[in-house]
């Protein structure tokens, strides 16, 4: 097993952590681009915007991209380095 230093860990993590957030960055690109290809080609075959029907992925879709937003984000406040390290040690 290797032994790694304290800047080791850091780099580790960060690099993980940049993985994460490149990772929501993608999903709300593809996101935002479904769902125009979806409501653009709704409009082609008449229907209007304000039909329900035009939303429904977008709004599914909406609540998993928050919640991946939120643990990429804001689950780190939650979950402090103290518990993060003390896992790494276990």
Known sequence: MENYSENDLRYIRAKERVKKIRGFYIHATV?????LFIIA??????????DM???WTAIIWGIVLTAHGVTV??????????????????
């Open 41 to 50: 080609g709704n409009r082609q075959s008449g229907e209007t915007l304000a």
């Open 31 to 35: 996101f935002v681009l479904v769902n």
């Open 73 to 90: 984000f804001f689950l780190n406040i939650f979950l402090e380095k103290d518990w993060e390290e003390k896992k790494l040690k276990n």
């Open 53 to 55: 029907d035009n939303y």
